[in-house]
């Protein structure tokens, strides 16, 4: 690559929201001899601007969105980042937006083969999300710390895990300024983790989702949640199929009741009385599910 290539590159990432820095680097890209990637990013650029608008100016314009298809069918490869090209399992899982990777999904394995070119890539993709397991997690985020800090999305099951190294202790060695969504299913070890004073609210500031299912969830971890304020920044909150009872739906339905964000308390099967759930219910209406 060239120091004006990259220059250009640097450019998009600086100003991600602006069509302009794409444009400009699409004429470079045409001026020397990749029309391919030149024409991608132009026709992406174009259909952002139309795919919200009314109907009709959609079905105007349906040749740029059957020309996207030519080219991602006859050109994918020539239009993912270098280093992707030649895996197949991650190209079925990822997609483009104004002409550059904005979103993918990875296993762990696939995570590891292209965290230094993930680390690297401008823009930044705007979701990538991490699918990790156990331990193994560990060594994801030990071996591949700048790569790490691109995830969005990340799903976790925190058993089995390694010795004297919980997983979530290794996901907040620092913050994660992009995580957004987190789905756990952990057991009750991960309270130290939860209830510490740099826990969730710090290395989440970010964070809109919480899943934590299918574990041993219980009114000890909702109360230490709420006492480090991390529940009040949550758009949705899910802690179906696990063991809080009623004092944490009474506290739940007390400290959360008045928050602007949340959209969505997900409490089905859990051990709650009627006298948890009518509290709820009073508290938040439609966005509580119970049942």
Request: with cysteine; aromatic share 8%; proline share 4%.
């Given at each position: 690559?060239?120091?004006?290539?990259?220059?250009?590159?640097?450019?998009?990432?600086?100003?991600?929201?602006?069509?302009?820095?794409?444009?400009?680097?699409a004429d470079w890209l045409?001026?020397?001899?990749?029309?391919?990637?030149?024409?991608?990013?132009?026709?992406?650029?174009?259909?952002?601007?139309?795919?919200?608008?009314?109907?009709?100016?959609?079905?105007?314009?349906?040749?740029?969105?059957?020309?996207?298809?030519?080219?991602?069918?006859?050109?994918?490869?020539?239009?993912?980042?270098?280093?992707?090209?030649?895996?197949?399992?991650?190209?079925?899982?990822?997609?483009?937006?104004?002409?550059?990777?904005?979103?993918?999904?990875?296993?762990?394995?696939?995570?590891?083969?292209?965290?230094?070119?993930?680390?690297?890539?401008?823009?930044?993709?705007?979701?990538?999300?991490?699918?990790?397991?156990?331990?193994?997690?560990?060594?994801?985020?030990?071996?591949?710390?700048?790569?790490?800090?691109?995830?969005?999305?990340?799903?976790?099951?925190?058993?089995?895990?390694?010795?004297?190294?919980?997983?979530?202790?290794?996901?907040?060695?620092?913050?994660?300024?992009?995580?957004?969504?987190?789905?756990?299913?952990?057991?009750?070890?991960?309270?130290?983790?939860?209830?510490?004073?740099?826990?969730?609210?710090?290395?989440?500031?970010?964070?809109?989702?919480?899943?934590?299912t299918g574990g041993e969830?219980?009114?000890?971890?909702?109360?230490?949640?709420?006492?480090?304020?991390?529940?009040?920044?949550?758009?949705?909150?899910?802690?179906?199929?696990?063991?809080?009872?009623?004092?944490?739906?009474?506290?739940?339905?007390?400290?959360?009741?008045?928050?602007?964000?949340?959209?969505n308390l997900n409490l089905?099967?859990?051990?709650?009385?009627?006298?948890?759930?009518?509290?709820?219910?009073?508290?938040?209406?439609?966005?509580?599910?119970?049942?």
């Amino acid at each position: 690559m060239t120091a004006e290539e990259d220059a250009l590159l640097d450019g998009i990432a600086a100003e991600s929201a602006d069509d302009v820095p794409r444009l400009v680097y699409a004429d470079w890209l045409q001026d020397h001899d990749r029309d391919v990637f030149a024409e991608f990013i132009r026709i992406q650029c174009e259909i952002a601007k139309l795919e919200t608008g009314p109907r009709a100016i959609i079905e105007g314009n349906v040749h740029l969105w059957k020309r996207q298809q030519e080219l991602l069918d006859g050109y994918e490869a020539e239009l993912l980042p270098a280093g992707f090209e030649s895996m197949q399992s991650v190209r079925s899982k990822h997609r483009f937006h104004r002409g550059f990777l904005d979103e993918i999904d990875l296993e762990r394995e696939e995570f590891l083969s292209i965290a230094e070119v993930l680390a690297e890539l401008r823009p930044v993709p705007d979701r990538v999300a991490l699918r990790c397991f156990g331990g193994l997690l560990s060594m994801a985020v030990r071996d591949s710390q700048k790569a790490f800090g691109c995830v969005t999305t990340m799903e976790v099951d925190t058993e089995p895990y390694e010795a004297g190294f919980h997983p979530l202790d290794q996901l907040m060695l620092a913050p994660r300024p992009k995580l957004r969504i987190l789905k756990l299913r952990a057991d009750n070890s991960a309270l130290q983790v939860v209830a510490s004073p740099n826990g969730f609210a710090a290395a989440f500031p970010a964070m809109t989702q919480l899943h934590w299912t299918g574990g041993e969830v219980n009114d000890v971890v909702v109360f230490a949640l709420l006492n480090s304020g991390f529940l009040h920044q949550l758009e949705v909150i899910n802690f179906r199929h696990n063991a809080i009872g009623d004092q944490a739906a009474l506290e739940l339905a007390d400290r959360l009741s008045r928050s602007k964000k949340l959209r969505n308390l997900n409490l089905s099967n859990n051990p709650i009385t009627r006298v948890g759930q009518s509290a709820m219910l009073a508290a938040f209406g439609s966005r509580v599910d119970l049942f």
